[in-house]
């Protein structure tokens, strides 16, 4: 493994100390800088134009350590970059895997290796790319994988059809095997499809999303079932994410539904936040200040206040967006001390092709005469 990674980054993400970070699953990777509630945020492309080929596709993005001093990037030709985001701005490590696996849904750090969590069910643990540790199989259809901040020995994983599980990666086997909710009024079987996954605060809670609308609450110490279930008519659930307020959650749907669920009470919806178009591809919110990041289906990126849901940001970022993280060690309310003055606002990915472009205009129309018949 090389120790310089061969990825070129672009000049105007080295001017600036990003708070946000955005990928898509065409390739483009970007950062964005607050300056505060009143000012216009700024984002610049990190990578270089030439790097947005079909090989380089973002599948998966997450920290690579607690500290947040690197951005790990799962790529859907199976690598796996390291993008150190405070001092160097670079990306400094990229290590190839292997794709017989399938598409890479989850990435993390363990033991300073790469762990990886594939759609097959295949969870593996990277040292080099020629050595590789098989930890368990997660089972097909998997679409999600988190990995506990607090005790690095356990994720939970699951996907279509594949129930939420517990797994202790040291001793490579699962400790909780969550139990479908019970059947409906019809008494039909409920679907299982989770789409996102987690850890609440306390760290010995869980909760889960699905396509079918549910959001459910699961103590693994208690029972397999949810203890706390919630189903919202009419919305997919696509994302989720916990609030400042250790029972509170929100969640976001695929109609553009913004909603903060209160963990102790069945079916209660505090509030929802207004304003996206299309589905919630991923939402975020700041562990200390009541501020939610999402980013949805129409391209912007929007920041909302938890507490009077006002909209206070809304940021258009050129391409569709799918992977969120957010810097827990900044203030959306205080305005930064360095000066970004010579940093334009809003930069387009295809700026650079359409400035040689010749400028084609109208030719005037002809007036015609009417003639009496």
Same mark, same amino acid.
């Given at each position: 493994m090389s120790e310089m990674c061969p990825i070129k980054v672009t000049e105007d993400s080295l001017k600036l100390d990003f708070h946000v970070y955005v990928g898509s699953e065409t390739g483009p990777f970007k950062g964005v800088h607050f300056q505060g509630l009143n000012e216009t945020p700024?984002?610049?492309?990190?990578?270089?134009?030439?790097?947005?080929?079909?090989?380089?596709?973002?599948?998966?993005?997450?920290?690579?350590?607690v500290e947040e001093n690197n951005i790990m990037l799962a790529r859907i030709n199976g690598d796996i970059c390291i993008y150190e985001s405070r001092k160097l701005k670079h990306f400094n490590r990229c290590l190839p895997t292997d794709t017989k696996h399938g598409r890479i849904v989850g990435v993390s750090e363990y033991e300073g290796a790469r762990l990886t969590a594939f759609d097959s069910g295949v969870v593996k643990n990277w040292v080099d790319e020629e050595k590789d540790q098989l930890l368990l199989d997660a089972?097909?259809?998997?679409?999600?994988?988190?990995?506990?901040?607090?005790?690095?020995?356990?994720?939970?994983?699951?996907?279509?059809?594949?129930?939420?599980?517990?797994?202790?990666?040291?001793?490579?086997?699962?400790? !909780?095997?969550?139990?479908?909710?019970? &059947?409906? /009024?019809?008494?039909?079987? =409920? @679907?299982?499809? +989770?789409?996102? *996954?987690?850890?609440?605060?306390?760290?010995?809670?869980?909760?889960?999303?699905?396509?079918?609308?549910?959001?459910?609450?699961?103590?693994?110490?208690?029972?397999?079932?949810?203890?706390?279930?919630?189903?919202?008519?009419?919305?997919? !659930?696509?994302?989720?994410?916990?609030? &400042?307020? /250790?029972?509170?959650?929100? =969640? @976001?749907?695929? +109609?553009?539904? *913004?909603?903060?669920?209160?963990?102790?009470k069945t079916n209660k919806i505090v509030s929802k936040y207004k304003g996206c178009s299309g589905c919630v591809s991923a939402i975020a919110c700041?562990?200390?200040?009541?501020?939610?990041?999402?980013?949805?289906?129409?391209?912007?990126?929007?920041?909302?206040?938890?507490?009077?849901?006002?909209? =206070?940001?809304?940021?258009?970022?050129?391409?569709?967006?799918?992977?969120?993280?957010?810097r827990s060690d900044f203030s959306f309310e205080k305005s930064p001390s360095a000066a970004t003055e010579d940093i334009v606002a809003v930069e387009s990915d295809s700026e650079d092709i359409f400035k040689d472009l010749e400028k084609v205009?109208?030719?005037?129309?002809?007036?015609?005469?009417l003639t009496n018949a």
């Open positions: 700024i984002y610049k492309n990190i990578l270089a134009l030439e790097q947005l080929i079909p090989s380089c596709y973002i599948t998966a993005m997450n920290w690579s350590d089972g097909k259809n998997l679409k999600v994988m988190v990995h506990s901040q607090t005790d690095r020995n356990v994720i939970a994983t699951g996907g279509h059809e594949n129930q939420l599980r517990l797994w202790d990666l040291n001793e490579k086997k699962c400790t !909780f095997e969550a139990k479908n909710i019970r &059947p409906d /009024e019809l008494q039909l079987r =409920v @679907g299982v499809d +989770v789409s996102g *996954i987690t850890f609440l605060s306390n760290n010995r809670n869980l909760a889960t999303c699905s396509k079918y609308g549910f959001a459910h609450i699961y103590n693994p110490g208690s029972q397999r079932r949810p203890v706390i279930s919630t189903k919202v008519p009419d919305n997919a !659930f696509s994302c989720i994410t916990t609030a &400042p307020n /250790e029972n509170h959650v929100v =969640v @976001g749907s695929g +109609v553009g539904n *913004i909603l903060l669920i209160d963990l102790r700041h562990k200390t200040e009541p501020y939610i990041v999402s980013l949805s289906l129409d391209r912007y990126l929007r920041v909302h206040n938890l507490n009077t849901t006002a909209l =206070v940001h809304k940021v258009h970022m050129i391409s569709p967006l799918n992977f969120l993280l957010v205009e109208d030719k005037p129309r002809k007036k015609r005469k």
